[in-house]
């Protein structure tokens, strides 16, 4: 439990440098770059996101799971067979990009100012070293070696934002410099995940691991597409119906919302190998450590929630222009979606342990192709609510999708009285957000910080036991 809390932490701090750095510059960086400039970001990022999707052959997944099955000598082995086998994917990835990059950029996006070069072939770089230190990524997390993944991961932000702010704020690059930031970044983590991990990199390759990852990766990437799709598809949509500037706006309200998103995704890597090594024990004693982790997981979800929501709205007002507000309307809603993936995280380790990830993309295709369809009919109609809307719903619906099929895993349990404490939470804080969000800042300013002080004040003063105990004695008090 130790090494879950600690490697939890870790991977968050990893998540969230990106996000520290990102909050950090801000105030500099949204008076450098126009909302356009965020716009083509968010766009590039769409790309590169789904040309690593579909080229990495997901092998990264089998990682989590096949480690297991390996003597310490053979993993050797088995990690520079990854290796190797992923950096001649890089190289063929690289050579198609730069080679026919105009028509594919062209295919995908209508818009003039989208061109391959600079920012595509940038992007290109950046995916080129991204693919093989995806290994060494897997590596560092299956092991449980959070920390020295978060000190390689710190020195590598710092040395971004270095490039970038010389770039955008001295040389006036815009999105520009910004990629190149991220290019030598990824360099840099290549280089230094490889050397740590050296002792592992041997010239060997295993054709038969190789193809064993691939398989159980195979069945991944329609499930990955799928994921792409709900996550995706709506910058593809919007680019087609809203200006660059827009996209930026979405990009803005987004950009705060995934700091719940990387919480999650943290917390999703740590209890990962936790749960591999408890199940390969007992079914019945991953169970019960399930229910026992959900408890604590799920207030904490619901605590960032409602943070991000209420104050991240002032953030914005504080450290962006005014062209950017617009981005916190859309804020909580936007965040909604990642309580659903926060969920979810847990149910979908039944599906690697029992390697049955053949069943991963029911879910994630149906969410995905229903977020397209919805996104075609309710973009055109309602802009930005449109893409929120779907998205939200998307993540809702693949939670009850990987619910409905952990059947033919094994169930997990959750501590019920958290998860319905969460869902009314929730949707008290939205009513709160939206319903004072038109008023005055002078009275909407203090309806929120009631809210935020009686919801941690009852956290603080109860835990899950009493407030289940409260709730009975209320309900039998008003019968």
């Not at 991961?153 to 971004?160: K, Q």
């Not at 019960?288 to 929501?309: I, N």
């Not at 990642?338 to 690697?352: D, S």
């Not at 939206?434 to 929120?448: A, E, G, N, R, T």
Request: aromatic share 18%; proline share 3%; hydrophobic share 50%.
């Amino acid at each position: 439990m130790n090494k879950l809390v600690s490697n939890s932490i870790f991977y968050s701090v990893i998540g969230l440098l990106p996000m520290l750095k990102g909050f950090i510059t801000l105030p500099v960086f949204s008076r450098f770059l126009t909302p356009e400039d965020y716009g083509v970001l968010s766009v590039v990022s769409t790309f590169t996101a789904m040309v690593t999707i579909s080229t990495t052959f997901q092998i990264f997944k089998g990682v989590a799971r096949l480690y297991f099955d390996y003597s310490e000598e053979e993993r050797k082995t088995y990690y520079s067979t990854m290796f190797w086998g992923v950096c001649t994917i890089a190289s063929v990835v690289l050579v198609g990009l730069v080679a026919g990059g105009d028509k594919l950029v062209g295919f995908f996006f209508t818009n003039d100012k989208l061109g391959f070069y600079p920012y595509f072939f940038i992007s290109t770089i950046t995916i080129f070293f991204s693919l093989p230190e995806g290994v060494s990524n897997a590596w560092f997390k299956v092991k449980e070696k959070g920390k020295p993944l978060l000190i390689l991961s710190f020195i590598a932000s710092m040395l971004e934002l270095v490039v970038q702010l010389v770039l955008i704020v001295v040389y006036n690059q815009g999105a520009k410099g910004a990629l190149i930031g991220l290019a030598i970044g990824a360099v840099f983590r290549f280089f230094t995940s490889a050397i740590y991990f050296r002792k592992y990199l041997v010239l060997r390759f295993c054709k038969s691991m190789f193809w064993e990852n691939v398989k159980f990766g195979l069945p991944v990437i329609p499930h990955a597409l799928g994921g792409y799709l709900f996550m995706y598809s709506d910058i593809f949509i919007l680019e087609k119906f809203v200006s660059l500037s827009v996209i930026g706006i979405y990009s803005m309200a987004n950009r705060f919302a995934t700091l719940l998103k990387t919480i999650v995704n943290s917390f999703a890597q740590a209890f990962s190998p936790v749960f591999m090594k408890t199940a390969m024990e007992s079914k019945a004693d991953v169970v019960q450590l399930t229910q026992k982790v959900s408890k604590s997981w799920f207030v904490l979800l619901t605590m960032g929630y409602v943070f991000l929501s209420h104050v991240g709205e002032y953030t914005i007002y504080v450290m962006t222009p005014k062209e950017y507000h617009e981005a916190a309307l859309y804020l909580p809603a936007l965040s909604l979606a990642y309580i659903f993936r926060g969920i979810y995280i847990l149910p979908i380790n039944t599906f690697y342990f029992s390697k049955k990830t053949k069943l991963l993309p029911l879910a994630t295709l149906s969410s995905g192709v229903l977020n397209v369809v919805l996104n075609i009919w309710l973009i055109p109609k309602w802009g930005l609510w449109g893409a929120v809307g779907t998205t939200t719903l998307s993540f809702g619906i693949n939670w009850i999708l990987y619910e409905l099929l952990s059947h033919k895993t094994f169930r997990l349990q959750y501590e019920k009285m958290t998860s319905l404490l969460m869902l009314i939470v929730v949707i008290i804080s939205n009513v709160v957000f939206y319903s004072v969000h038109s008023f005055d800042l002078l009275w909407k300013l203090p309806i929120q910080l009631g809210f935020l002080l009686i919801f941690y004040g009852w956290i603080l003063v109860f835990d899950v036991g009493d407030i289940k105990e409260f709730l009975v004695r209320w309900i039998f008090k008003k019968r």
